[in-house]
């Protein structure tokens, strides 16, 4: 039989999906047996309203005879002083028997009765006294008999609602406490069923991503070692960091790859060519005479691919920047650059403070940002004008280069791994690398805030 596999949402809602639909049954249970005792209790109080309506019609009756007994001798039957009480005691007589509850439930004798007399009931000021006393005393016996029957179905309707009400208490109690402890276990069933899938789960995730990391130290964490949740925590965050360095570091490689291809391409070019030129002169040198002119241009050509030499060597690992300082090693930098032809006018702005507030280690990176922002200005940005400002605000060290050249848009899509490269490079010092438009309307500007320490 193949094995049932949810998924982890499903397992989430699971729990909770099937105790709301247990609570909603319950409920549903709980609303119909209310039903039926709203309907017993409704039978009660019509046999109690039948009941009253009865008792009500009897009492008038009897009191309409005592009234007509003492008016039967008058006169005038309508001047006499009891003729209000009859009205009034008639119309509520009227009322009772006429009442839907009372002649729905009365004897089929009764309710005869009540059909033959019905306009006298409800005229009684054209009735005479005599017709009206002969059917009082005709509707007084089967009204007490009613009475009785009506009470004693009242009484049999109320203990039957107080039955009912008890049983139905009894069964509702019975049934919430099941539910509720079924719930409770079924609900820590669930819970204990989804719990263990999810550590199963996650240990088949931290199974994966050991191999290629360990989890985190106990110090950045203050869950129990057996925290699965935050041991995977820890083993993906190290997983994030190795992947962040290996990024960094590919992106080392691929800059420090094209920077070799373009040494080799310039040593190529210019330094092999320079070099095979001298050797070619030297080999004539030796089958023929040399003049002085010849030899000073041999000697000329041999210092350019000294000069040259030295160049590259500079670019590779500026010396003056170990010798003199990062301010020197720039301004080298940018008078050695700034010889080309259409060079953009350039002014270096640097706090003398860097050198002593900057560790060794950081002064070639950031060299080797800032010469990066240039070479992208001289490169994308078609300017006239740049400027290097290099300050120190409290304890923080703000680098900007920014130019008026053609801005973000159109240079940011250019081909290349400056920006990356730079960005590492701020990184590993624990700075921030960030591009934004130039203060001189058009342009670019990019900033490096890194913290720096007091001086000693």
Same mark, same amino acid.
């Given at each position: 039989m193949p094995k049932i596999q949810l998924s982890f949402r499903s397992q989430f809602i699971l729990a909770p999906f099937i105790i709301i639909a247990l609570l909603a049954a319950l409920v549903v249970y709980t609303l119909m047996e209310i039903s039926n005792i709203n309907?017993?209790?409704?039978?009660?109080?019509?046999?109690?309203?039948?009941?009253?309506?009865?008792?009500?019609? /009897?009492?008038?009756?009897?009191?309409? #005879? #005592?009234?007509?007994?003492?008016?039967?001798?008058?006169?005038?039957?309508? #001047?006499?002083?009891?003729? +209000?009480?009859?009205?009034?005691?008639?119309?509520? $007589?009227?009322?009772?028997?006429?009442?839907? &509850?009372?002649?729905?439930?009365?004897?089929a004798e009764l309710q005869q009765l009540i059909n033959t007399n019905t306009p006298l009931l409800r005229q009684p000021e054209t009735? @005479?006294? /005599?017709?009206?006393? =002969?059917? %009082?005393? $005709?509707?007084? *016996?089967? $009204?007490?008999?009613?009475?009785?029957?009506?009470?004693?179905?009242?009484? !049999?309707? +109320?203990i039957t609602n107080h039955r009912q009400l008890v049983q139905v208490?009894?069964?509702?109690?019975? @049934? %919430? !406490?099941?539910?509720? &402890? =079924?719930?409770?276990? @079924?609900?820590?069933?669930? =819970?204990?069923?989804?719990?263990?899938? $999810?550590?199963?789960?996650?240990?088949?995730?931290?199974?994966?991503?050991?191999?290629?990391?360990? *989890?985190?130290?106990?110090?950045?964490?203050?869950?129990?070692?057996?925290?699965? &949740?935050?041991? %995977?925590?820890?083993?993906?965050?190290?997983?994030?960091?190795?992947?962040?360095? /290996?990024?960094?570091?590919?992106?080392?490689?691929?800059?420090?790859?094209?920077?070799?291809?373009?040494?080799?391409?310039?040593?190529?070019?210019?330094v092999l060519a320079d070099l095979t030129a001298v050797h070619r002169q030297l080999e004539l040198a030796l089958n023929s005479p040399v003049t002085r002119q010849e030899l000073e241009a041999l000697h000329t050509a041999v210092n350019d691919v000294i000069c040259h030499l030295r160049r590259t060597i500079d670019d590779l690992h500026p010396q003056v920047l170990e010798t003199l300082g990062l301010e020197s090693a720039l301004e080298s930098f940018l008078k050695r650059h700034s010889g080309r032809p259409q060079f953009p006018k350039w002014h270096f702005d640097f706090d003398p403070q860097l050198e002593t507030r900057l560790p060794n280690s950081y002064k070639l990176n950031v060299f080797r940002i800032v010469t990066e922002?240039?070479?992208?200005?001289?490169?994308?940005?078609?300017?006239?004008?740049?400027? &290097?400002?290099?300050?120190?605000?409290?304890?923080?060290?703000?680098?900007?280069?920014?130019?008026?050249?053609?801005?973000?848009?159109?240079?940011?899509?250019?081909?290349?791994?400056?920006?990356?490269?730079?960005?590492?490079?701020?990184?590993?010092?624990?700075?921030?690398? #960030?591009?934004r438009a130039s203060r001189f309307g058009n342009g670019t500007c990019v900033e490096i805030l890194l913290p720096v320490a007091h001086p000693q």
């Open positions: 309907r017993s209790n409704e039978a009660a109080r019509l046999w109690e309203i039948a009941s009253d309506r009865v008792h009500t019609a /009897a009492a008038g009756s009897t009191r309409l #005879q #005592q009234i007509l007994q003492s008016i039967s001798s008058a006169r005038d039957f309508q #001047q006499d002083d009891h003729y +209000f009480d009859y009205l009034e005691q008639s119309r509520l $007589l009227a009322d009772s028997l006429l009442d839907p &509850i009372f002649f729905t439930r009365a004897s009735a @005479l006294p /005599a017709a009206y006393a =002969s059917f %009082l005393q $005709l509707l007084q *016996p089967p $009204l007490d008999y009613q009475y009785k029957i009506f009470s004693a179905q009242r009484r !049999t309707a +109320f208490s009894e069964r509702l109690t019975t @049934l %919430l !406490t099941t539910a509720l &402890i =079924s719930c409770i276990v @079924l609900a820590l069933a669930l =819970s204990l069923w989804g719990l263990r899938a $999810l550590r199963k789960r996650l240990r088949g995730l931290r199974e994966i991503v050991d191999d290629v990391c360990t *989890p985190a130290p106990a110090a950045h964490t203050t869950a129990r070692p057996h925290d699965e &949740i935050a041991a %995977l925590e820890g083993c993906l965050h190290a997983l994030r960091t190795r992947l962040s360095h /290996a990024h960094g570091v590919e992106s080392a490689f691929i800059g420090a790859e094209k920077e070799r291809r373009r040494i080799a391409m310039e040593m190529h070019d210019s922002a240039v070479t992208n200005i001289l490169k994308h940005a078609r300017c006239d004008r740049f400027e &290097i400002s290099m300050r120190t605000v409290d304890d923080t060290m703000i680098v900007t280069v920014e130019d008026n050249g053609i801005g973000m848009r159109e240079n940011e899509a250019a081909p290349g791994h400056g920006r990356p490269n730079m960005t590492e490079r701020a990184r590993v010092m624990g700075a921030t690398c #960030q591009w």
